[in-house]
């Protein structure tokens, strides 16, 4: 499955409320499975575009090897360019 705008739009919309995301940095005794929690929320999230699935891991995949390269390129595109995306949504 290929990953989408829609897909990154909506990482970007979860990254930004959730940070501790990116940097996989979670404390306290229920640090890790916070961080679980979390990552299936995104996972079910992401899967629910109807595009395909890909599980937890993959996802995590993505988000590595993607989101810290290129976050801010990424934002800057989805978000300066949101009137085509609605008019791709629409067709």
Known sequence: MRVTAEHWKRILEIAEENPKLITNQFCGSNGKANLNTLWQSVVNSLNSLGYGEK?????????????????????????????????????
């Open 55 to 91: 599980s937890v891991a993959e996802w995590r995949k993505v988000k590595s090897v993607h989101i810290l390269n290129d976050l801010i390129t990424i934002g800057t595109y989805l978000f300066n360019d949101s009137n085509r995306l609605e008019k791709q949504n629409k067709n």
